[in-house]
């Protein structure tokens, strides 16, 4: 049984840029999502996709946009980034949206913005 | 709107203590709360899952204990050693909303 893959593992962008971030889920789960975490804070809620649709976005702009594919991967693409984006992107995977059978989170891409 | 509060924000103790780790959150109605650590700058790594029909789960040196009426859950880490130095996130899952976070505890085992 994979777990949760993420890629790149660092990435480095300058402002106004567009970035795509890359996530293969757990072998058998069909939920995604993606958090944000600053440096010292807690991870935050960016989306969610369960079966290819998103079903739940925390307060991030538009500019944040996801995808799910038919084989439950997903990217996390944001457009015109801005220094504040500079964080690390973390994707976690469920069995199934709102069963509460746990998360499994990948190692993270860290996007530094300059 | 779920808060999920960590207390302390850091602790340093020394090799062979036992320690206890606090999670609070503002709304009962839970489905879960997961357990995670964080070495730096890495991903999380998934402690214990309690869902919320039950008081405890333990993994080797781990228990971490739920009581969802007053919002409260407990991780308790027998025996520290300097490899359990790491940052350890709670995290409660209500259903459809998303997994909610909270800063989490800084912990350093001094050899």
């Not at chain 1, 976005?57 to 693409?77: I, T």
């Amino acid at each position: 049984e994979t777990g949760v893959t993420q890629s790149p593992t660092h990435l480095i962008k300058t402002r106004g840029q567009q970035v795509t971030l890359r996530c293969s889920s757990q072998s058998g789960h069909n939920t995604v999502s993606w958090y944000q975490q600053a440096l010292g804070q807690g991870p935050q809620f960016i989306f969610q996709y369960y079966r290819e649709e998103e079903n739940g976005r925390g307060n991030f702009p538009p500019r944040f946009s996801g995808l799910q594919f038919p084989n439950y991967s997903s990217e996390l693409n944001v457009n015109a980034l801005e220094l504040d984006d500079s964080a690390l992107y973390l994707c976690a995977s469920s069995l199934e949206s709102g069963t509460g059978g746990g998360y499994t989170f990948g190692s993270g891409t860290r996007l530094t913005v300059v | 709107k779920q808060e999920v509060t960590q207390i302390p924000a850091a602790l340093s103790v020394p090799e062979g203590e036992n320690l206890v780790l606090n999670c609070s959150f503002t709304d009962s109605a839970i489905y879960n709360l997961q357990w995670f650590r964080q070495d730096p700058g890495k991903g999380l790594t998934s402690l214990l899952l309690i869902q919320s029909s039950q008081r405890e789960q333990t993994s080797g040196r781990l228990n971490a204990s739920l009581d969802k009426s007053s919002g409260r859950s407990t991780l308790y880490i027998a025996a520290s050693q300097p490899g359990d130095s790491a940052t350890y996130l709670c995290a409660v899952f209500s259903g459809n909303t998303p997994l909610v976070f909270g800063k989490g505890t800084r912990l350093s085992v001094i050899a």
